[in-house]
């Protein structure tokens, strides 16, 4: 099957053709808000990153903005830093290959006279972008994030084994789905282990997962419990196992071909497992610096986040948050439960939603400018 | 006839209430009637399909949930009450 997207140097398909201006660190935030309130139209990224904390913080926060400037979504960047900080705006720009990119620095020109340049950047970009055309691609070139948040007693029963069969249905198309939050497969290390396609590869992913689960023992102690539990006893769920695999459900059923790092580009196709927090903006960062073009996120009791540059598509496990939370969701799986619906008819009508979102139509999100950023941090800021 | 269970894996011995089913009434998946609640079950919550020995696993998305405490027949509601986390190796 195809879709039309934006081909890029690398071989990789757009699904969005977006102008990026990004900080490099937050002190430039305030410029890059002056540019998104002048131009509503592009993609704004501002952050808390950039300065102030160690090498493996720097590390995670360069290598997923060079994913995100890098991102097949993203037609041209402008990076706008301070000057003296950690991560510098001319790195970021230096990690950008075959796009329109440049790099300003506010200590040498002040905020106002930084804003004006890119005000003329911006301008010029946007023309640039304007003469680009969707050309046809195959869905194999797709690289789709698979996210579950704010869950409820029915994400394991429609939401997430609908997922599933959209996954399924990618896979068979060629293309690559990802699924991180490493916290949420506590209890189902030697359930994931099998599903590698190699014994090494499962050796890897059971002790990822064995280390997140020492990792949420030690940071939390007694509180674990509120990680490491069921986590709806009252909702139907008897162990940890079977809370870990309704949330896996959203995988599907292919054997995982890779297990790589946060906010790393997956080097094939398949089911790929990628080491990210359970945490919903922290993992679609991950994803989308991995170069995901297209994000579908279940939830039980409705969220509305969306990411920078990133369509992310809602699929909610019942009806009542899909009418209470209208124009947030794009399916509801609820119709399993209520209207007659079978797993496989809402998975189909996922795998639909993802093949029009390629095509250019808006999930809700989007359409709501829900684009929340956050990056994964670990050690103290100093 | 319309559908109040889900089965997820064709391997399950359980299937999952998608409303609240009450004792008696058919468990019916994907139009086929399977068998009688043997008790009152919440929506979200598990239904035995088969006579479950005690020990024996409960497979929800084909794979080991739980194990049987008790034995546990056909038509039961299966959860916390009679079974136990599965001893990992």
Redesign the interface.
Same mark, same amino acid.
């Given at each position: 099957m195809e879709f039309k997207g934006y081909k890029r140097a690398d071989g990789r398909y757009g699904v969005r053709n977006h102008v990026l201006v990004v900080s490099s660190v937050s002190c430039a935030n305030g410029v890059v808000d002056a540019l998104g309130r002048i131009f509503p139209d592009i993609v704004t990224v501002q952050h808390a990153y950039g300065c102030g904390y160690g090498p493996d913080d720097w590390g995670t926060s360069f290598k997923m903005l060079s994913g995100l400037v890098n991102h097949p979504n993203v037609g041209a960047v402008l990076a706008i830093g301070l000057g003296c900080e950690l991560l510098k705006a001319e790195h970021l720009i230096d990690a950008v290959e075959g796009k329109p990119a440049e790099a300003l620095v506010i200590q040498q020109a002040g905020s106002a006279a930084t804003t004006k340049k890119g005000i003329d950047i911006i301008e010029r970009f946007i023309k640039l972008l304007e003469r680009q055309q969707r050309e046809p691609a195959p869905l194999s070139g797709l690289l789709v994030g698979l996210k579950c948040g704010g869950s409820d007693?029915?994400s394991g #029963? &429609?939401a997430n084994?609908s997922l599933g069969v959209a996954a399924d249905l990618l896979v068979g198309e060629g293309a690559a789905v990802v699924m991180g939050e490493v916290t949420e497969m506590i209890g &189902?290390d030697? /359930?994931l282990k099998g599903r590698c396609d190699s014994p090494a590869l499962g050796e890897k992913l059971q002790k990822l997962i064995l280390g997140h689960e020492k990792y949420v023992k030690d940071a939390l102690g007694e509180l674990a419990g509120l990680v490491i539990a069921p986590g709806n006893?009252d $909702? =139907?769920l008897?162990? /940890? &196992?079977?809370k870990s @695999? =309704?949330c896996?459900?959203k995988s599907g059923s292919t054997p995982i071909r890779e297990v790589v790092d946060y906010s790393a580009r997956p080097a094939g196709k398949g089911l790929i497992i990628m080491d990210t927090p359970g945490y919903d903006i922290d993992a679609m960062a991950g994803m989308a610096g991995g170069g995901a073009q297209i994000i579908v996120f279940t939830t039980g009791r409705g969220t509305p986040v969306g990411f920078p540059a990133v369509p992310v598509i809602k699929v909610s496990s019942n009806s009542n948050t899909f009418h209470n939370m209208k124009g947030d969701i794009d399916v509801n799986a609820g119709s /399993? @439960?209520d209207a $007659?619906k &079978? #797993?496989r008819d809402v998975g189909r009508e996922i795998f639909e939603c993802i093949v029009r979102t390629a095509n250019g139509n808006p999930a809700c999100a989007e359409a709501n400018r829900s684009a929340v950023f956050n990056c994964l941090k670990q050690g103290p800021t100093f | 006839m319309n559908s109040n269970a889900l089965k997820v894996n064709p391997r399950d011995n359980v299937v999952i209430a998608i409303r609240q089913i009450a004792r008696g009434e058919d468990i019916v998946v994907e139009g086929v009637k399977l068998l009688a609640a043997a008790e009152d079950v919440a929506a979200s919550h598990k239904i035995a399909l088969t006579d479950i020995k005690a020990g024996g696993n409960i497979l929800r998305y084909g794979e080991p949930i739980v194990q049987a405490r008790d034995d546990i027949p056909k038509g039961q509601w299966v959860h916390v009450h009679n079974t136990r986390p599965i001893e990992r190796i």
């Amino acid at each position: 099957m195809e879709f039309k997207g934006y081909k890029r140097a690398d071989g990789r398909y757009g699904v969005r053709n977006h102008v990026l201006v990004v900080s490099s660190v937050s002190c430039a935030n305030g410029v890059v808000d002056a540019l998104g309130r002048i131009f509503p139209d592009i993609v704004t990224v501002q952050h808390a990153y950039g300065c102030g904390y160690g090498p493996d913080d720097w590390g995670t926060s360069f290598k997923m903005l060079s994913g995100l400037v890098n991102h097949p979504n993203v037609g041209a960047v402008l990076a706008i830093g301070l000057g003296c900080e950690l991560l510098k705006a001319e790195h970021l720009i230096d990690a950008v290959e075959g796009k329109p990119a440049e790099a300003l620095v506010i200590q040498q020109a002040g905020s106002a006279a930084t804003t004006k340049k890119g005000i003329d950047i911006i301008e010029r970009f946007i023309k640039l972008l304007e003469r680009q055309q969707r050309e046809p691609a195959p869905l194999s070139g797709l690289l789709v994030g698979l996210k579950c948040g704010g869950s409820d007693a029915f994400s394991g #029963v &429609t939401a997430n084994p609908s997922l599933g069969v959209a996954a399924d249905l990618l896979v068979g198309e060629g293309a690559a789905v990802v699924m991180g939050e490493v916290t949420e497969m506590i209890g &189902t290390d030697h /359930i994931l282990k099998g599903r590698c396609d190699s014994p090494a590869l499962g050796e890897k992913l059971q002790k990822l997962i064995l280390g997140h689960e020492k990792y949420v023992k030690d940071a939390l102690g007694e509180l674990a419990g509120l990680v490491i539990a069921p986590g709806n006893i009252d $909702g =139907g769920l008897s162990s /940890i &196992t079977e809370k870990s @695999l =309704g949330c896996n459900a959203k995988s599907g059923s292919t054997p995982i071909r890779e297990v790589v790092d946060y906010s790393a580009r997956p080097a094939g196709k398949g089911l790929i497992i990628m080491d990210t927090p359970g945490y919903d903006i922290d993992a679609m960062a991950g994803m989308a610096g991995g170069g995901a073009q297209i994000i579908v996120f279940t939830t039980g009791r409705g969220t509305p986040v969306g990411f920078p540059a990133v369509p992310v598509i809602k699929v909610s496990s019942n009806s009542n948050t899909f009418h209470n939370m209208k124009g947030d969701i794009d399916v509801n799986a609820g119709s /399993i @439960l209520d209207a $007659g619906k &079978t #797993v496989r008819d809402v998975g189909r009508e996922i795998f639909e939603c993802i093949v029009r979102t390629a095509n250019g139509n808006p999930a809700c999100a989007e359409a709501n400018r829900s684009a929340v950023f956050n990056c994964l941090k670990q050690g103290p800021t100093f | 006839m319309n559908s109040n269970a889900l089965k997820v894996n064709p391997r399950d011995n359980v299937v999952i209430a998608i409303r609240q089913i009450a004792r008696g009434e058919d468990i019916v998946v994907e139009g086929v009637k399977l068998l009688a609640a043997a008790e009152d079950v919440a929506a979200s919550h598990k239904i035995a399909l088969t006579d479950i020995k005690a020990g024996g696993n409960i497979l929800r998305y084909g794979e080991p949930i739980v194990q049987a405490r008790d034995d546990i027949p056909k038509g039961q509601w299966v959860h916390v009450h009679n079974t136990r986390p599965i001893e990992r190796i």
